[in-house]
């Protein structure tokens, strides 16, 4: 049986890193549901023989690493021009490894930019992920959970106008308190 484990990549100092918590659980759960051991891991110390990446953009950041070969990447991010993770050593990162991607127009332009070895991999729900009981009352509409860009913003900013309560939040993981944003 194959020795799995999902990789959680944290550059020091790095706190955006838990934003893959949750996928890193969903997965560990999904494989655990299919028969297999694959648990979450932070330190490269305890990686298996095939560990599933998260984070994998921030492997160029962590300088001359040795991964294990058998790395799967599993790529989170919008690939998209101007975007600061697309650059050199990322691509070819992807190119040299066994990608898993959430978006088919992700694996679309993965292959123009030649990552040929990418497969679609959907984010689905698992039970463990319900950790918290919904509210009596619903005191917002939309919530944006993530970084903001003009045109997250601007669908905001139209939901907020047509009277839906909308609410923006970026850098919360667990129960810490992060920054809100007011969308008027």
């Not at 550059?11 to 955006?16: D, I, S």
């Not at 991999?121 to 509210?135: F, H, Q, S, V």
């Not at 939901?159 to 809100?180: P, S, T």
Request: hydrophobic share 40%.
């Amino acid at each position: 049986m194959k020795n799995y484990c999902i990789w959680v990549v944290c550059p020091p100092g790095y706190a955006h890193s838990q934003t893959f918590d949750e996928l890193a659980l969903g997965l560990s759960c999904a494989f655990r549901e299919l028969g297999y051991n694959a648990p979450i891991v932070r330190d490269m110390a305890e990686l298996t023989d095939y560990p599933i990446v998260l984070g994998c953009n921030l492997i160029p950041s962590l300088g001359n690493v040795s991964i294990p070969k058998n790395s799967i990447m599993f790529n989170a991010e919008q690939i998209q021009p101007g975007s600061p993770w697309m650059v050199a050593s990322y691509i070819n990162l992807l190119r040299s490894h066994q990608v898993w991607d959430y978006s088919r127009q992700n694996i679309a332009s993965l292959k123009k930019l030649g990552v040929t070895n990418v497969r679609f991999c959907g984010i689905g729900y698992m039970p463990e992920l319900t950790k918290i009981k919904p509210a009596p009352e619903k005191d917002i509409d939309i919530l944006l959970y993530g970084s903001l860009n003009e045109r997250r913003l601007n669908i905001l900013k139209q939901l907020h106008q047509i009277g839906l309560k909308v609410e923006a939040l970026f850098g919360v993981y667990g129960i810490a308190v992060g920054v809100k944003v007011v969308v008027t």
